[in-house]
Structures are given as C-alpha cells and as structure tokens.
C-alpha cells in the first residue's frame, strides 16, 4: 500500500524553476505509485496563483523598462531596438496567453505529485468558521481572517484516508498549522519535505525503485569520479546567476538602510566557484545534490533616511529628492556577496543502464540559498 503524504503550502517549492532534490524524489516515488500525495485545493490553487504573479510581475517591469529605453532618444541606435519594441508590443497583445502559460507552467510542477486534491465543503466552512469566532487553531486569535486559508487546509487534512494500520503523513512548515495537526488522531506531523525522507516507509519506498542494483552499481563505479561534472556545474552557475539571485533580500547591520537590507538589482560573473562533492547526496534514482558556493559583485537597491543621506560614504549613490516630501531617498551600492546553494541534478536512465556518466538532466539551483555580504567590502562602502 502506498505511504499517504499531505503536503501545505509552506512546504512546496518557492518558485517553478528551482524544485529541490527531496521534491523531484517524492514526484518519482508519486508516479511510480509508491506514495499517494494529497493536497488541499486551496494550497494548489494558492501556490499556483503566487507562481503565476511572480512571472507576470517580472513581464510588467520588463514592459516598464522596456517603454522607457525605447522612448529615450538615444535607443534608435541600439542594434535591437526594434526587437525590443516588438517584443514589448507581442506582451501587450498576448496578456491573457502569458497569464495562462503563466498558469499552466506552475501547474505542472504540481502535477508531477499526481495529487489527489482535496476540495472544500460546507462542513469544512461550519468547522472553520467555528474556530474563526473561537480562536482555536491554526487561529492565532479570535477572528484573525490571515489564518483562514490555513483552516480549510486544516479541514482537508482530516478527509485523508488513514491507511489501515498506519499513517498519514503530513508535511507542515508553518507553526500554528503544524500544531494543530498534530492534534489530529493517526497523522503524523513533518516540518519540511527533507524529514518525510527519514521516514522508514519513505526509504524502503525508495527502495523498490532501486532498479535491480542499477543504480548502486552506477554510483560505486561513478561515485569517487563525479568531480568531472564539476565544469558543468559551474557553467550553469555562470549562466544562471542572474536568475537565481536579482530581486533577492541581502541583510547586514552596516547597510545604511531602516531595515538594514538591500534588494539585488544586478549581477556580474560568479567567481571562485566551489562544488562540494564530499557532501554530495542521492535522493533516489538518478537524482544528486551537491552543495555549490561562489563570490559573485551585485549591485543592490535600497532608501535612505533623507538626514542621512548626506553623510553616506562616497560609494553609496543617492538619487536625491523632494527633501519637502520624500522622507527617504533611493540609493544604490556595488558589494561582494558569498552566496551558498545547491546544484540538483539527475542521471539519465539510459547513462545509468549503459553504465556510462553521460550528460545530465533537469541541473538546477535551488532553494535554500544563503547569500552573506562579504565583510570586507561591507567595511569599506559602507563605513
């Protein structure tokens, strides 16, 4: 019988493109029919939707962008002017097909679960509400309406079919969620993806997929040898780096900053690119993590308290403003940051049969990703 999982939102992956290793393992083990994944329609429909506003709030600040370099009048000199004029117009006229694509894309990530999705009903809003007007949880209080999403999810997690004799076994990040699920009679309560794997059921599910000792005779012939791949690697890092990193939040006391952050807003070429293949792990068939970390110049944004702005060290750009009205002004520096990730990757089924390395499928950078100004050029722009 296959093992139950429920998954909530505060479990799925934080964007479309960088799923983690223990996501793309627990989509195998779903398809293979070795675990039944169940999702609420509300957590579906919620992750989906925050995947598809993510894109088309990066489409309208390309459109912004966009509108203002080809209305400047040096941009008729740009070799692809017109390009980038008849790709801003094929935006506007295709809104709704890029909202859709937008949509649909999100929802094959989801997909690979082969979820069986929980719909809400009328008793599930009887029971919700009650606890709206009662605090009970996942309520932090009574009538906090932020927290209603999270009781419907709350509702559907009781309609899981408990397997005779066993578990439901439910992925839960968030705190008052995950609290309330534990009250739950035969559901079992995991902070993150990651621990669902330590699950006996879950490591003997993985493996009956261990094709006849394929896989095993691939990695100890291949294993000590994985440092080929180090080139690969480190070219997807070079060609990803903006990707991954623009629009990402750096923290450090010294930025000058009411909240001591900046905003990534641009990306130079990574430099002393490590691949930690020592600390390399599998996660199921054909499917690596190794821990990857470069040295990357970014530029960041962030505002200025207006009295300060004027005392910033030279290396800090302020865009001055109305000092009538604007209480703080923009500014902009150059730093080093040290960013820490993980590469996921996976083996070809026809490498890992012919017993060769090969190339590599779905190589990606995922989350958690550390990035750390480093302290050096923090002492020196900022001081």
């Known amino acids: 019988m296959p093992v139950h999982v429920f998954l909530d939102t505060s479990v799925l992956p934080r964007n479309a493109t960088g799923v983690s ?46 509108g203002d370099l080809t209305r400047d009048r040096w941009s008729p000199l740009l070799d692809r002017h017109q ?44 029971s919700a509400f009650d606890g709206y007007f009662n605090g009970r949880p996942p309520f932090a209080s009574v009538k906090a309406r932020k927290d209603i999403p999270d009781a419907f999810i709350l509702e559907a997690l009781k309609d899981v079919p408990v397997p005779d004799g066993g578990h439901v076994h439910a992925a839960i990040h968030d705190t008052r969620l995950r609290e309330a699920a534990t009250s739950l009679p035969a559901v079992q309560v995991y902070t993150s993806l990651e621990s669902l794997f330590e699950l006996p059921e879950i490591v003997a599910a993985q ?23 180090s080139p690969i690697i480190r070219n997807e890092i070079q060609r990803t780096a903006v990707d991954v990193l623009v629009y990402s939040t750096v923290h450090h006391q010294e930025i000058p900053d009411d909240n001591s952050e900046g905003t990534i807003n641009g990306v130079d070429e990574p430099e002393d690119i490590e691949v930690d293949w020592d600390n390399a792990e599998e996660f199921a068939v054909g499917i690596l993590s190794v821990p990857i970390s470069f040295n990357v110049n970014v530029a960041i944004d962030f505002y200025v308290f207006r009295m300060d702005a004027y005392s910033v060290p030279d290396a800090v750009s302020i865009s001055f403003g109305d000092p009538e ?37 779905d190589l990606n950078l995922v989350e958690e990703i550390e990035i750390e100004i480093n302290e050096d050029d923090v002492h020196g722009i900022f001081r």
């Open 207 to 229: 493996a009956n997929l261990r094709r006849a000792g394929a896989w095993q005779a691939w990695m100890e012939r291949f294993g000590p040898q994985l440092n080929v791949l």
């Open 325 to 361: 009205y604007d209480h703080f002004y923009e500014a902009e520096a150059q730093v080093s940051v040290h960013v820490n990730a993980n590469a996921v990757f996976r083996i070809p089924a026809d490498s890992i049969d012919a017993q060769e390395i090969g190339e590599l499928e």
């Open 21 to 66: 290793a223990e996501y793309l393992a627990l989509a195998e083990l779903a398809q293979q029919g070795e675990v039944s994944v169940y999702l609420s329609t509300i957590a579906y429909n919620e992750w989906i939707t925050q995947r598809q506003t993510e894109f088309l709030d990066k489409v309208a600040r390309y459109e912004s962008a966009t």
């Open 83 to 126: 390009s980038l004029s008849d790709l801003k117009a094929w935006f506007e006229q295709h809104s709704a097909a890029v909202a859709t694509m937008a949509h649909d894309s999100a929802a094959a990530v989801l997909d690979q679960l082969r979820p069986t999705l929980l719909t809400t009903t009328g008793e599930h809003a009887v």
